[in-house]
């Protein structure tokens, strides 16, 4: 695999030139911090390729990902932190083209966290897991004084194994593709709103985490080579994800809005707070670039599935200037740029 990305020197304006919320929204702050900062210390080859995992060597087979989850609060609507760590984790491999095998966690755990707040977040983690196939096979656990941490702070490392003769990547991305969601956009963002604000909606909104495997596998047993580029929409959300594929590929990918699917409520929730639900985070979708012939199969894969899922067609990838355009329900376009300064911080 061909890195996507190189090393720059970028200064990161800030209060006093220190880390500020902003830079972990997912979107252009956390890109400058990992370039101007990361890479340039402790970058490797693999670390380059940004992507959700990595196969550390064309040696071997296996797939590894790292994730850390610090989400509040730590239950929500439709889930909590134990499930949406283990989940977070075996989509990245999922979408990576790899199949899940197996799950570290280390947990920071705060002086005065109740037991039976643990005891749940640790049975939604057993769960699942269980659901996903994959094995937890090594844990640490710390405790920090009172104040020092919020409840529970999750950090985990996924291993998958790699499915024979498939190639994802934005170096596969061709003019003419097809771009194509799983389903609705935003609910996970607008969910942890809801549980933080204590804000209840006429339309009940629940969190979509859940595992994209084994769905991705059917989709590459299904279609091989025809799929060129799968990403979960997780921080920063649908047009975040378009956005550093068309920069990644160097191509121009167009959407219409209409074909955009969102549950009423997200969408109506997400309108009274002055939220754009292409930029809230999803927790159990993906983003699949595949070749136009194939794209009305991977509906009928997705469709044949139990998930929270709707998929569609919604754009396509052409050759132009480089970035994301938004063809509107009122048949403008206008661009979908980068996200700056997330306003739902620690999401996951």
Same mark, same amino acid.
């Given at each position: 695999?061909?890195?996507?990305?190189d090393?720059?020197?970028?200064?990161?304006?800030g209060e006093?030139?220190?880390?500020?919320?902003?830079?972990?929204?997912?979107?252009?702050a956390?890109r400058?911090?990992?370039?101007?900062?990361f890479?340039?210390?402790?970058g490797?080859?693999?670390?380059?390729?940004?992507?959700?995992?990595?196969?550390?060597?064309?040696?071997?087979?296996?797939?590894?990902?790292?994730d850390?989850?610090?989400?509040?609060p730590?239950?929500?609507?439709?889930?909590?932190?134990?499930?949406?760590?283990?989940?977070?984790?075996?989509?990245?491999?999922?979408?990576?083209?790899?199949?899940?095998r197996?799950?570290?966690?280390?947990?920071?755990?705060?002086?005065?966290l109740?037991?039976?707040v643990?005891?749940?977040?640790?049975?939604?983690?057993g769960?699942?897991a269980r659901?996903?196939?994959v094995?937890v096979?090594?844990?640490d656990?710390?405790v920090?004084?009172?104040?020092?941490a919020?409840?529970?702070?999750?950090?985990?490392?996924?291993?998958?194994?790699?499915?024979?003769?498939?190639?994802?990547?934005?170096?596969?991305?061709?003019?003419?593709?097809?771009?194509v969601?799983?389903?609705?956009?935003?609910?996970?963002?607008?969910?942890?709103?809801?549980?933080?604000?204590?804000i209840?909606? =006429?339309?009940e909104?629940t969190s /979509?985490c859940?595992?994209?495997?084994?769905?991705? *596998? !059917?989709?590459? $047993? +299904?279609?091989g %080579?025809?799929?060129?580029?799968?990403?979960d929409?997780?921080?920063g959300?649908?047009?975040?994800?378009?956005?550093?594929?068309?920069r990644?590929?160097?191509?121009?990918v167009?959407?219409?809005?209409?074909?955009?699917?969102?549950?009423?409520?997200?969408?109506?929730?997400?309108?009274?707070?002055?939220?754009?639900?292409?930029?809230?985070?999803?927790?159990?979708?993906?983003?699949?670039v595949?070749?136009?012939a194939?794209?009305?199969?991977?509906? =009928?894969?997705?469709?044949?599935? /139990?998930?929270?899922?709707?998929?569609?067609?919604? *754009? !396509?990838?052409? $050759? +132009?200037?480089? %970035?994301?355009?938004?063809?509107?329900?009122l048949?403008?376009?206008?661009?979908?740029?980068p996200?700056?300064?997330?306003?739902?911080?620690?999401?996951?």
């Amino acid at each position: 695999m061909r890195p996507i990305i190189d090393t720059v020197e970028v200064r990161i304006v800030g209060e006093g030139d220190r880390i500020q919320l902003v830079h972990g929204d997912g979107g252009e702050a956390t890109r400058e911090l990992i370039e101007g900062f990361f890479l340039p210390r402790i970058g490797s080859e693999e670390l380059r390729v940004a992507g959700d995992a990595v196969r550390p060597g064309e040696e071997t087979d296996l797939w590894m990902t790292t994730d850390s989850f610090v989400v509040s609060p730590l239950q929500f609507p439709g889930g909590d932190i134990g499930g949406l760590a283990v989940n977070g984790t075996v989509n990245d491999l999922a979408v990576a083209g790899a199949r899940p095998r197996w799950f570290s966690a280390g947990f920071i755990l705060e002086e005065g966290l109740p037991l039976e707040v643990l005891g749940t977040v640790l049975d939604s983690m057993g769960r699942a897991a269980r659901i996903a196939g994959v094995r937890v096979v090594a844990a640490d656990t710390k405790v920090v004084e009172r104040g020092a941490a919020d409840g529970i702070y999750i950090n985990t490392t996924g291993v998958g194994t790699t499915l024979r003769g498939i190639d994802l990547g934005p170096h596969r991305v061709r003019p003419g593709d097809a771009v194509v969601v799983t389903g609705p956009v935003g609910d996970h963002g607008v969910a942890i709103m809801a549980g933080r604000a204590g804000i209840s909606f =006429e339309t009940e909104v629940t969190s /979509d985490c859940a595992p994209l495997w084994p769905l991705t *596998g !059917r989709i590459l $047993e +299904g279609l091989g %080579g025809g799929v060129h580029f799968m990403r979960d929409p997780t921080r920063g959300g649908l047009a975040t994800v378009l956005g550093e594929l068309a920069r990644a590929a160097g191509c121009r990918v167009t959407v219409e809005e209409a074909r955009i699917p969102g549950r009423p409520g997200v969408r109506g929730a997400a309108e009274m707070l002055g939220l754009d639900p292409l930029y809230l985070a999803c927790e159990g979708q993906a983003v699949i670039v595949v070749e136009s012939a194939r794209a009305e199969r991977v509906l =009928e894969i997705i469709r044949s599935g /139990d998930g929270p899922w709707d998929p569609a067609i919604i *754009g !396509r990838v052409e $050759e +132009g200037p480089v %970035g994301v355009s938004l063809t509107t329900e009122l048949g403008g376009t206008r661009p979908l740029g980068p996200l700056r300064g997330d306003p739902l911080p620690r999401i996951c």
